[in-house]
């Protein structure tokens, strides 16, 4: 059973940073790929970042138009964490953010199809002065 668990979450003035993490249970974890959704209430669940296998280099990464430039996903294997960077924060980020994984080797991130099949339980970020 595959266990995703966020933190880092929290409350942060526009343009400001924070940096979410998402603790996997699995290893390696630079073999799978991690994705980063969110959902405002009342709205669709939005892929936003993806990070690839790691098939020799460092992984394909993709990022959505709202969040590109801005945001920056890393992964630390021997922690088997994915981290979320996101800087220059503004009050429409304001929602909760899932992590998100598929047992999928040779998976590369391009914004077709996400790698959603575990889930982990959402961690809730709020971006107000």
């Known amino acids: 059973q595959v266990q995703l668990v966020e933190s880092g979450g929290g409350l942060v003035q526009p343009g400001g940073s924070l940096r979410l993490a998402c603790a996997a249970s699995?290893?390696?974890?630079?073999?799978?790929?991690v994705a980063w959704f969110r959902q405002a209430p009342g709205k669709e669940r939005e892929g936003i970042v993806c990070?690839?296998?790691?098939?020799?280099?460092?992984?394909?990464?993709y990022y959505s138009d709202s969040v590109k430039g801005r945001f920056t996903i890393s992964r630390d294997n021997a922690k088997k964490t994915v981290y979320l960077q996101m800087n220059a924060l503004k009050p429409e980020d304001t929602t909760v953010y899932y992590c998100?994984?598929?047992?999928?080797?040779?998976?590369?991130?391009?914004?077709?199809?996400?790698?959603?099949?575990?889930w982990g339980q959402g961690t809730q970020v709020t971006v107000s002065s």
């Open positions: 699995v290893s390696p974890l630079n073999a799978y790929p």
């Open positions: 998100s994984m598929s047992l999928l080797e040779h998976y590369f991130c391009s914004g077709v199809g996400w790698p959603d099949e575990y």
């Open positions: 990070i690839g296998s790691n098939d020799g280099v460092d992984g394909s990464t």
